[in-house]
């Protein structure tokens, strides 16, 4: 049985810092891409960030871009979200999901975690 499971969320003030953790568990190899995604109240749900399977390709949304990265690390089954000068907008529940595939411009996002909220005060 494949599972995501989230860390890291919570409560941090305008400009703050967070790092997220994603520990997949039930897969039997580590060539998937992961993302992560979010969504807030009344809005549709957005990914974030993605990266390949060996952690050599990533990509961002353009609202999180030059704020965020996205890293992974295979030995230990995790895929991390460092998330710097945080804003009010970044508030959401965040999602982990593990692909279908190795690659960012074709994985479907098959698993998924329960979330983590983060809040960002103003």
């Known amino acids: 049985q494949v599972q995501l499971v989230e860390s890291g969320g919570g409560l941090v003030q305008a400009g703050g810092s967070l790092r997220l953790s994603c520990v997949v568990s039930g897969r039997p190899s580590t060539n998937y891409a992961m993302a992560w995604f979010r969504q807030a109240p009344g809005k549709e749900r957005e990914r974030v960030a993605a990266i390949n399977w060996s952690g050599s390709t990533t990509a961002y949304a353009g609202s999180v871009k030059g704020r965020f990265t996205i890293s992974r690390d295979n030995a230990e089954n995790t895929v991390y979200l460092q998330m710097n000068s945080l804003k009010p907008e970044d508030t959401a529940v965040y999602h982990c999901?593990?692909?279908?595939?190795?690659?960012?411009?074709?994985?479907?996002?098959?698993?998924w975690g329960q979330g983590t909220q983060v809040t960002v005060s103003s």
């Open positions: 999901a593990a692909g279908n595939n190795a690659y960012l411009t074709t994985a479907l996002y098959n698993d």
